[in-house]
């Protein structure tokens, strides 16, 4: 290499370091994005990391996903710190608790590193929140599929994963507004109970619940393992024809339940596409593309789009029923 | 003598903890019966028992380990490690009840081995040790299995144990299945270790006072190997227990339970510090826990309050027995 020619290659590099030009970004040091889930390790993130490494491979950014060992969010903020400090281009997170990251998310603001985040539509200290799904219309979706397996009539409960889970909660408040609106003969029969993410805590609400309602037609699950608990002691006593279980599931799980008619439907959204949304979204944030309703997601379509509330949803909603599951276990969902 | 000497066994046992925690326990259930009729049949003894055998079977192991002075947290972990290992073996390689159970078990033992070689080796308190070795196990077992479930076990293991199975008027059934055939095990083989054999004796001594224990000449490190040995045998048993009414094997759902065990242990009298407790207050404790959680679900108590319910309970019933305890410390040295 003679001195004008490395004179020029430094020229450039310096012109690409100063403006910052994206379709350098590749050849420069790539631009870096590191997703924070809620646990590392489990089958739901797992199916999210394929789908951040995917967008990563389409879009040209150095995408990865880290996540607590167990659900802390006191670990969270302290990866997002570590983030921070490294200075990476763009965070991604599916926060646990939006209360405590609000003020580390504000730190990365400021420090000039745009947030993207995941199942977080009340996160502050956010650029864009993804969606997969309107968080209203899932949980009235799920409602009419009950409706249907009940008459419109009878009582019904409610899971949850916890009483504080953000979308659950909010899930579960859009699908009792909406019985109360169109479902008169319907009736929810105690309070959402919480434990629909461990299996067995469900199982014993369940019993629990059908012992002290025994008029009971429906239960609705939000937290992927409050329908099989629910499903495992519906079924364990013989109850698969009296009573419905609907709720969001994984299909490779709930198989069983699906296929013997336990769980009459199941819903939920593409993890993988949600992981590969969020890359999506990042990008155009870096390349300073103006989002505003309708704008084209890279390989997911048409977004509704809030600017000013900081909300992009695209409509994603997954069914889950006798039909449908083998496709999607193929999947690897 | 520090009792009132010459009262019938009755009255001692009314004044002792499990006395007391009877009484609460009797009050509990008699309220819930008045107030539903769901509450005190046989279909919801079989259901509780059923649904807490995972949480019984594990507080038998961790009551041995504090008797003994020690404590342990890494059971939880211990569990999951035994179940992911016992059941994707058996479904690799068609294994039947034996030697699913054998490996289980074995898995168990070996994590409590190793529980006890760090605690006797490093003399450093047993909570930190098995605090560490709860995230070492855990970590492990999500490092290699990645977190996936296992969904699909092997069909003899599905379909479990159903012995004695009869039909109620709504066509219900019910029966002697594995969990309460573990729990009923599980909780007749403590006692026996406890009270009817020299170790049980030895145990005893090993956690009220060390150093007498072993001046006395009892092995200590023998003793600190078998204590963590049993606990890791009973997370065998419970896992699989668990993993058959859950109908599936989570690597990630077990941990974070460590606590509903302890506070049924020491709800049930055993001491932190060591050498007290009873097989007895466990089981009272643990009925305890469960028909309150159950009782205010069936009673139809707002999800929102049961918490706080459970824990204003385990908050009486514990301060009774420290006031007793005062008063009657008050007494001696008056």
């Not at chain 1, 599916?94 to 996160?123: F, M, N």
């Not at chain 1, 956010?126 to 409602?143: A, C, P, Y």
């Not at chain 1, 084209?296 to 900081?310: E, F, K, N, S």
């Not at chain 2, 041995?64 to 290992?85: E, M, P, R, W």
Request: with cysteine.
């Amino acid at each position: 290499m003679n001195r004008r020619e490395l004179i020029a290659g430094l020229g450039a590099g310096v012109a690409a370091g100063v403006f910052g030009l994206p379709r350098f970004a590749g050849a420069q040091a790539a631009k870096e994005m590191v997703t924070v889930v809620k646990i590392a390790g489990i089958p739901w993130f797992n199916a999210v990391e394929k789908g951040i490494k995917k967008g990563g491979g389409d879009f040209g950014v150095n995408a990865s996903m880290v996540g607590p060992a167990n659900v802390d969010p006191a670990q969270q903020v302290k990866l997002l710190e570590d983030l921070i400090a490294k200075k990476v281009s763009v965070i991604g997170l599916v926060p646990l608790d939006v209360k405590v990251c609000e003020p580390v998310l504000k730190r990365a603001q400021a420090a000039g590193i745009p947030v993207i985040t995941h199942e977080g539509p009340e996160q502050e200290g956010r650029t864009w929140n993804v969606e997969l799904i309107d968080s209203v219309k899932f949980g009235e979706v799920q409602m009419q599929r009950l409706a249907r397996d009940m008459n419109e009539e009878g009582e019904y409960v409610a899971y949850v994963g916890t009483l504080t889970t953000p979308l659950h909660n909010k899930w579960a408040d859009a699908a009792i507004a909406y019985q109360k609106q169109h479902y008169p003969k319907m009736k929810l029969a105690a309070d959402r109970f919480p434990g629909a993410d461990e299996i067995d805590t469900s199982y014993r609400t369940t019993l629990d619940v059908i012992k002290a309602h025994p008029n009971l037609k429906g239960i609705l699950g939000f937290g992927s393992n409050g329908p099989i608990g629910a499903g495992n002691a519906v079924r364990e006593k013989r109850l698969a024809r009296k009573i419905a279980v609907v709720g969001t599931v994984l299909p490779s799980q709930a198989k069983p339940l699906i296929m013997d008619g336990t769980i009459r439907e199941g819903f939920l959204w593409n993890p993988t596409e949600a992981g590969y949304a969020m890359v999506a979204v990042a990008k155009l944030v870096l390349d300073g593309k103006e989002i505003k309703d309708g704008v084209d997601i890279p390989g997911l379509g048409r977004a509704a789009v809030d600017v000013g509330g900081r909300q992009i949803k695209v409509d994603k909603i997954m069914q889950i029923n006798k039909d449908t599951v083998d496709g999607l276990i193929s999947q690897g969902l | 003598m520090r009792e009132r000497f010459g009262t019938s066994a009755l009255a001692r046992f009314a004044g002792s903890h499990e006395g007391r925690l009877l009484a609460v326990t009797l009050a509990v259930v008699a309220g819930l019966s008045v107030a539903t009729t769901g509450f005190l049949t046989v279909q919801n003894l079989f259901d509780l028992l059923t649904s807490y055998a995972f949480l019984g079977i594990l507080a038998a192991g961790l009551l041995v380990v504090l008797v003994a002075g020690g404590i342990d947290i890494s059971f939880t972990a211990t569990a999951s490690v035994a179940q992911y290992l016992a059941l994707s073996l058996a479904n690799a390689y068609g294994l039947g009840w034996t030697t699913t159970f054998a490996l289980a078990v074995a898995a168990g033992v070996a994590c409590g081995l190793v529980n006890a070689w760090l605690v006797d080796t490093l003399r450093v308190s047993s909570i930190i040790v098995t605090i560490a070795t709860l995230n070492i196990f855990y970590g492990l077992l999500v490092f290699v299995t990645g977190g996936q479930y296992i969904y699909a076990l092997p069909d003899w293991f599905s379909a479990g144990i159903f012995w004695f199975e009869t039909v109620d008027a709504e066509g219900v059934s019910y029966g002697l299945n594995l969990q309460i055939l573990l729990l009923v095990a599980a909780f007749a083989l403590t006692w026996l270790l406890l009270n009817r054999t020299t170790i049980g004796r030895q145990i005893y001594a090993l956690g009220g006072n060390r150093d007498a224990a072993r001046r006395l000449g009892f092995s200590t490190r023998r003793l600190t190997f078998f204590v963590y040995g049993y606990m890791g045998l009973m997370a065998g048993l419970a896992s699989l227990a668990q993993a058959q009414l859950a109908q599936s094997v989570a690597p990630t759902v077990l941990v974070g339970r460590e606590l509903d065990v302890l506070a049924a242990v020491v709800l049930g009298g055993a001491s932190l510090t060591g050498g007290v407790g009873s097989v007895l207050g466990t089981v009272l404790g643990l009925v305890l826990l469960a028909a309150i959680q159950s009782g205010l679900v069936i009673v139809g108590v707002s999800s929102y309050w049961s918490q706080l319910c459970v824990g204003l309970v385990i908050l009486l019933s514990v301060s009774s027995t420290a006031l007793t305890l005062r008063r009657r410390a008050g007494r001696v040295s008056a």
